[in-house]
């Protein structure tokens, strides 16, 4: 398991399953496809400009991403949430290139960890 | 992507917890992520979960009156479209959806919005980073406070429907059909039943007699197909066994032979509940359900109760029944008036004896005794029935009581019981009309050699009415000064004559026509009477006539 994915929180999700690591698949599908749309409507957002663009997938993303142990990732979304919710957007396409990084990086663990699984 | 498939993926079947009782969960979460992990918890907590993706779908599907019904609510705050605060403003303001809990999902950042929340009417709230064991926690709790609801709900619902029943029945005790409609009506809504009848037992069937629900072609074809006790059908298994028969799915029934009804009705899980009274089954209620889902049994206790209130109401509706069949026997040999007295409740008072002013009229025949002892005796009886037949239709004609047809004599009473304020009048006008019809009767016995016409006498005064005789043998009569006056009246009339004493006249002045006919003395009577004839209206003069000729014949 690689950093961009707390421990801790990631075996409590496998745990909360029930150990059931075909449904914990699943769940990491299910993340980066949405993490995908939602780093285009970040992009979208940071774009335009619109701080109301800006809000609801940044909160999405940093739900999702704090549940499936990408901390980092989770603590990058809260900040542009919190501010372009304050109406602050100067620094936004930065914090969503930092953001889409981020999402790659935890992308290449969550992909890396089912493949070390996978070879046992 | 969605749990369901998640759920298909795991393979696993939804885990029961047996701590916690399962409910419907509408999971509101526009990240699917958080849908598909909540979805998947709840199952593993034995509940089932829908999903929404955001509050215009979740209103939707809460007012989707055809979908199973949500017991709890998470609902997410930040969503596209509606978010979290809009539904539940819309919750509040939905009658029919306020009592629903719901439990916000937030995360840690964010509790000023749970705050604004919790003042919006939300039940609780759960931390975003879920934990499985503080899920279950709050759901639970949640369930716990929904089903409390319910339960209270349903019991006032029950109350009050129990209740306007009894009101119904206390204010129609002796209308069956409206008594039978509204027991059926509240079968049907409190049992949770899409159709339900009541089946009356009549002569070897049963048949329709109160049914809710159906639709016009199910109550017709019920209607035109009765069902006689037996195996095909639940309301004929009822009859014959005499007990609650509850059938699962019609269809997997073997026995099972009422299916062209079953077909107009479409219905699959059947309760028949036997109506008895007096030991006996006198009817059904029938409550049908179009899905495969038994009743259960606070519903089947519900069923039997509405079932007594039907047994009620038919012993109600039988008993009223035998009173009137009874009635109707007294009135052939009393007269409606007295029939009527024997069996209502103020009768036995009246009966006891109470003082009151009334008319009495006494009617007999001039020349009976020589007609009698000349005629054969099957004359004479032919003659009284046909005597009798007219001046009884003429006594419910002007609605006097009979006290009694004695050979030629009839004695007939006003006033009493039942109160008439034209007394007098109706007495005289009755004479005159006896009168009238005796014109052609005693034309046919003339042409057969018998001189037979009526003598009339009325008066009017206090008399004790009630119950004469003695036990196994009463009569209902009178005792007074009136009484014995309209008999020596009518003993003194000649033939045709309407004698009135001086009170009767008084009473009538002005509305027939009489004159005075001087003063007699009458036996019992300590000094003369002023007495006064009837003059007036049609048939009159030729009766008159009549008297004088065949008063000279004889």
Not at chain 2, 230 to 251: E, H, P, T, Y
Request: charged share 25%; glycine share 10%.
């Amino acid at each position: 398991m690689s950093a961009p994915i707390d421990r801790a929180v990631w075996t409590n999700l496998v745990e909360m399953t029930g150990g059931d690591l075909a449904f914990v698949d699943d769940l990491v599908d299910t993340y980066l496809a949405d993490g995908e749309r939602q780093v285009a409507a970040l992009r979208d957002g940071a774009a335009s400009g619109s701080a109301d663009d800006l809000i609801r997938p940044a909160h999405s993303m940093k739900s999702s991403s704090l549940n499936v142990g990408a901390l980092g990732l989770g603590a990058l979304c809260r900040a542009l949430e919190e501010a372009a919710r304050t109406g602050k957007v100067s620094d936004a396409t930065q914090q969503v290139t930092a953001i889409a990084t981020g999402f790659e990086e935890v992308r290449s663990a969550l992909l890396a960890e089912r493949a070390e699984r996978a070879a046992g | 992507m969605s749990a369901a498939k998640g759920g298909a993926s795991s393979g696993s079947a939804p885990i029961h917890n047996g701590s916690s009782v399962p409910g419907r969960v509408l999971v509101v979460d526009d990240t699917p992520f958080n849908r598909q992990l909540l979805a998947r918890l709840l199952r593993g907590l034995g509940h089932e979960p829908v999903e929404a993706e955001d509050g215009r779908q979740a209103l939707a599907r809460l007012r989707d009156t055809g979908a199973p019904p949500i017991d709890v609510i998470l609902l997410d705050i930040v969503m596209p479209e509606m978010d979290g605060y809009q539904v539940l403003a819309e919750l509040r303001d939905d009658a029919a959806l306020r009592h629903l809990p719901v439990i916000v999902i937030s995360g840690v950042d964010e509790l000023d919005s749970v705050v604004r929340c919790l003042e919006m009417g939300a039940a609780d709230y759960l931390p975003k980073t879920v934990d499985p064991a503080i899920l279950k926690a709050r759901i639970t709790s949640s369930l716990a406070r929904k089903r409390l609801h319910d339960a209270e709900r349903e019991a006032v619902d029950r109350q009050a429907a129990s209740n306007e029943v009894l009101a119904i029945m206390s204010r129609s005790a002796f209308d069956l059909q409206v008594v039978l409609d509204a027991v059926v009506r509240a079968a049907v809504r409190l049992c949770r039943a899409d159709y339900g009848v009541a089946y009356v037992l009549d002569g070897d069937a049963y048949r329709v007699a109160a049914s809710a629900g159906g639709t016009p072609e199910l109550d017709a074809w019920e209607r035109d197909h009765p069902l006689r006790p037996g195996r095909d059908s639940v309301v004929g298994r009822v009859a014959l066994i005499g007990q609650v028969i509850a059938v699962d799915d019609v269809l997997a029934d073997r026995e099972y032979q009422a299916t062209p009804g079953q077909q107009v009705g479409g219905y699959r899980t059947l309760i028949g509940i036997p109506i008895e009274e007096a030991g006996a089954i006198s009817g059904v209620l029938a409550l049908t359900r179009n899905e495969v889902r038994p009743f259960g049994e606070a519903e089947r206790a519900l069923a039997i109760g509405f079932a007594e209130q039907a047994a009620i109401g038919i012993a109600n509706a039988r008993l009223l029944e035998t009173i009137e069949r009874q009635r109707g026997q007294l009135a052939r040999f009393l007269s409606p008036q007295v029939a009527q007295l024997v069996s209502s409740p103020e009768g036995e008072a009246l009966l006891a004896g109470h003082r009151r002013e009334i008319t009495a009229m006494f009617c007999d025949l001039r020349n009976f005794t020589t007609f009698s002892e000349s005629a054969e005796p099957e004359e004479v009886l032919g003659f009284l029935r046909r005597y009798h037949a007219t001046v009884g239709s003429l006594v419910v004609e002007h609605e006097g009581t009979l006290e009694h047809f004695a050979g030629d004599g009839i004695m007939v009473f006003f006033n009493d019981p039942a109160f008439q304020d034209d007394h007098a009048a109706r007495a005289v006008r009755m004479a005159m009309a006896v009168r009238e019809r005796f014109v052609d009767i005693g034309d046919e016995w003339r042409r057969r050699g018998h001189v037979l016409q009526v003598g009339i006498g009325i008066a009017t005064g206090y008399a004790t009415m009630g119950r004469i005789g003695f036990e196994g043998r009463y009569d209902y009569g009178g005792v007074g000064n009136a009484i014995i006056l309209a008999s020596r009246l009518s003993g003194e009339a000649a033939a045709g004559e309407i004698l009135l004493s001086q009170r009767t006249f008084a009473a009538v002045d002005g509305q027939v026509a009489a004159e005075p006919a001087g003063e007699r003395q009458l036996k019992g009577f300590s000094r003369p009477l002023p007495v006064f004839r009837v003059t007036g209206r049609s048939g009159e003069d030729r009766a008159v006539a009549e008297v004088a000729t065949a008063a000279e014949a004889s």
